[in-house]
């Protein structure tokens, strides 16, 4: 059993910079894919950014590429995820997730799921 808690969604004003942290449990975080994503009200979630179980590789989405970050440090077993250049688009609520030895983009394919933090860009 793989338990996540994200932290560090705030307030902040267009152009502004934020990073998310999400913890996990457990001895081999180290292969899982860890993944982030967002759900607006009213909106579909949507797939933010991954890093790949045992690699270096990172994957993001079109909207958040050139202006996030995600990275991992395996020795402390938290993904996080650095947001700049944020824009009102990006308010939602930010889940992290994690997947076990397989390379998925897709939330139906993530079994664990922290609890969210809710990230607001004030225009």
């Known amino acids: 059993q793989v338990q996540l808690v994200e932290s560090g969604g705030e307030l902040v004003q267009t152009g502004g910079s934020l990073m998310l942290s999400c913890a996990a449990s457990?001895?081999?975080?180290?292969?899982?894919?860890m993944g982030w994503f967002r759900q607006a009200p009213g909106k579909e979630r949507e797939f933010v950014a991954t890093?790949?179980?045992?690699?270096?590789?990172?994957y993001y989405a079109d909207s958040v590429k050139g202006r996030f970050t995600i990275s991992r440090d395996n020795a402390k077993n938290t993904v996080y995820l650095q947001m700049n250049s944020l824009k009102p688009e990006d308010t939602a609520v930010y889940y992290c997730?994690?997947?076990?030895?397989?390379?998925?983009?897709?939330?139906?394919?993530?079994?664990?799921w922290g609890q969210g933090t809710q990230v607001t860009v004030s225009s």
């Open positions: 997730g994690a997947v076990f030895r397989r390379t998925s983009t897709m939330w139906r394919d993530f079994a664990y």
């Open positions: 890093a790949k179980w045992r690699s270096t590789s990172t």
């Open positions: 457990g001895r081999t975080f180290s292969d899982y894919t």
